[in-house]
């Protein structure tokens, strides 16, 4: 072979490697240009998951604000509530000066007793442990009423069973409609006419009270 004819064969082989690596670095650029885009597509993804499920989840929450807690804090604040309703209804019954008063604390021994029976029986069935005794806050109420005589009683005693009873009629409602066990439903859709008789019946003294109160100072 000439020397012409070797350089040339040298270049073509030459021009034929440089051709292969610019190949194979394009290739290479595709494919990190790919994996990157992959990626970001892959994050994008995950983070509108993340976004998705965070809704959800507070919309979950914001749900369960509104239709209340778990079957079990309802049951423990039952519990709670049907004891003060008898301990404070035995108070009214001996201390309170209007006969109203006094004949509505004695209702409140008498349905009140019954429910709380008709719970711990649930309870029994169930397996569920109820309180024992008042919380704190019933206790400090118990008390503060012990310290109360005359219309001073009456006043302060009509106006926590007032607001008690709304308190208790929204959550039995609650659970007459949304509690996850059945025998739970059928106690709160039993239980619930009870209590809306007691706040009707409340109200109506609250309203005697207010009405007759008003009339004694414009006498004066």
Not at 37 to 61: D, Q
Not at 79 to 104: C, D, H, P, Q, R
Not at 118 to 129: D, P
């Amino acid at each position: 072979m000439t020397r012409s004819m070797i350089y040339a064969s040298c270049m073509a082989v030459l021009t034929a490697f440089a051709v292969a690596c610019g190949s194979t670095s394009t290739n290479v650029n595709v494919t990190a240009n790919t994996n990157h885009s992959n990626s970001m597509l892959g994050n994008a993804s995950n983070s509108m998951a993340g976004a998705a499920n965070s809704v959800a989840n507070t919309v979950s929450n914001a749900a369960s604000s509104v239709t209340g807690g778990s079957d079990t804090d309802f049951v423990e604040d039952a519990a709670v509530g049907g004891m003060a309703e008898v301990e404070l209804g035995k108070l009214a019954s001996t201390k309170a000066a209007n006969a109203e008063v006094k004949k509505f604390g004695q209702m409140m021994v008498t349905d009140h007793t019954a429910a709380n029976n008709q719970l711990k029986e649930l309870a029994t069935k169930k397996g569920w442990k109820l309180p024992t005794e008042l919380d704190s806050s019933h206790k400090s109420l118990a008390d503060d009423l012990r310290s109360r005589t005359g219309a001073d009683f009456d006043s302060e005693y009509v106006e926590e069973m007032v607001d008690d009873h709304e308190t208790d009629v929204k959550a039995f409602q609650d659970k007459a409609n949304n509690a996850t066990d059945p025998d739970l439903k059928a106690f709160a859709q039993k239980t619930l006419p009870v209590l809306q008789k007691h706040l009707e019946a409340i109200k109506a003294i609250q309203a005697k009270m207010s009405n007759s109160a008003s009339a004694n100072s414009n006498k004066k």
